[in-house]
């Protein structure tokens, strides 16, 4: 069953286009990762599960409910952590949860949640004394603190410190693993990687591609990527490059080349020789294994931060 659902979704603002019949299914009990650059439509397909804005046209379903009324019973069961969340000042840390706490038929306790995101230490410390990670994790309390159904989490881990993304991300798997829901937001290929059951991958307001990241990824057909460059003064024809051995997908930008490659042991050796051959050499020469990231350019030959 799924938790949330949306199908021929069309939102415009003015003259532009941010969703262009956007379709896509979240099962209960899954973290979903979207994937997309600035601008892509995935801020505004989260805000409308939450039901902060109305699209033009299309059906939203949520919980198996549509949004009618005030919807304040739907969201009684919805925990939302924005990009940035402003709180006031000079309230201490326990004050913000409790008067968020007080807005939920349900909830959790305070000295819980705290725990959960491992502020206890700052219970008592005024919202301006707190680090950004800090209130990154006050507010994620915050979102947590109503126990709810469907967490919405839109770029939780942007600005953090290592420790701090680890934090979340532990916060992140207990919740799914009691049978709850994430819809999460992210530039950070790692993270989708980590927590996401599957993912969608957005641009220009539509899903272009969706599956387990391992899936997504061996859709690329290899395993590995050559990026190479070689200079101003140098040049090597699209066809040679192709025909190395292993070779299943070439990319260039900005005279940086891209290639896919199923033995990077094969290729790399033979891209030697065939610079050397033109008496070229390689000014950038790096491997790696294939990533989302990778997907995405192969699918838009643009980078996820891109904007």
Request: charged share 25%; with cysteine; proline share 4%.
């Amino acid at each position: 069953m799924n938790a949330l659902a949306c199908r021929n979704v069309v939102k415009r603002y003015g003259d532009v286009l941010a969703l262009n019949g956007l379709t896509l299914e979240v099962r209960r009990g899954e973290c979903f990762g979207m994937l997309g650059p600035n601008g892509a439509g995935k801020t505004t397909t989260v805000e409308i599960f939450e039901g902060l804005r109305e699209p033009d046209s299309g059906d939203v379903e949520v919980l198996g409910e549509k949004w009618r009324g005030d919807g304040l019973a739907l969201r009684a069961r919805l925990g939302i952590q924005l990009q940035e969340t402003k709180f006031p000042e000079k309230l201490t840390v326990a004050e913000v949860l409790t008067l968020f706490r007080s807005f939920y038929p349900r909830g959790l306790g305070i000295g819980e949640v705290l725990g959960l995101v491992a502020l206890h230490e700052k219970a008592d410390a005024q919202v301006r004394t707190l680090s950004g990670g800090q209130k990154q994790r006050l507010s994620l309390a915050c979102a947590l603190v109503g126990e709810p159904d469907v967490l919405f989490l839109d770029e939780p881990t942007t600005g953090l410190d290592p420790q701090s993304r680890r934090q979340t991300w532990d916060v992140v798997q207990a919740f799914t693993a009691k049978g709850r829901t994430v819809l999460l937001t992210t530039h950070y290929m790692e993270e989708a990687a980590q927590l996401c059951d599957r993912v969608g991958i957005v641009d220009h307001g539509q899903v272009i591609a969706l599956g387990t990241p391992r899936e997504l990824i061996a859709s690329l057909g290899a395993e590995h990527v050559v990026e190479f460059a070689v200079g101003t003064q140098g040049a090597i024809a699209d066809e040679t490059v192709r025909a190395l051995p292993s070779v299943e997908h070439v990319a260039r930008e900005d005279g940086l080349w891209r290639v896919t490659v199923r033995e990077v042991h094969k290729t790399v050796p033979a891209l030697l020789a065939a610079l050397a051959e033109r008496d070229l050499a390689p000014t950038h020469l790096t491997t790696h294994h294939a990533t989302l990231e990778d997907v995405f350019m192969s699918l838009t030959g643009r980078r996820l931060r891109d904007g």
